[in-house]
Nanobody, 115 residues
Framework: QVQLVESGGGLVQPRGSLRLSCAAQ?????????MGWYRQAPGKQRGWVAS???????NYADSVKGRFTISRDDAKNTIYLQMNSLKPEDTAVYYC????????WGQGTQVTVSS
């Protein structure tokens, strides 16, 4: 059974930083073609934030480009999302995903950006 376990969410002030982690259990992240982060704000649909391929290629939504960085540590079977210069509109539940929308999902971690 594959599980993705997110951590690192919390309350942060605008312009602050957070690092989210997603640890995979039951399957190597290297075996997944792509891993990514999505987010869902209250009253909105879940949307894609960033992704990283097996080969390390990264892609970002325009809204986070230049502020967020996705990375992976295959030895720890974990991916990360470093979030800098956070804005109130980044407030959402952040979900880790493996192998695309039809693949695996974590339970989500809340990120709240507020003064």
């Amino acid at each position: 059974q594959v599980q993705l376990v997110e951590s690192g969410g919390g309350l942060v002030q605008p312009r602050g930083s957070l690092r989210l982690s997603c640890a995979a259990q039951g399957r190597s992240i290297f075996s997944m073609i792509v891993m990514g982060w999505y987010r869902q704000a209250p009253g909105k649909q879940r949307g894609w934030v960033a992704s990283i391929s097996r080969g390390g290629r990264t892609n970002y939504a325009d809204s986070v480009k230049g502020r967020f960085t996705i990375s992976r540590d295959d030895a720890k079977n974990t991916i990360y999302l470093q979030m800098n210069s956070l804005k109130p509109e980044d407030t959402a539940v952040y979900y880790c995903n493996g192998d695309g929308i039809g693949g695996y999902w974590g339970q989500g971690t809340q990120v709240t950006v507020s003064s």
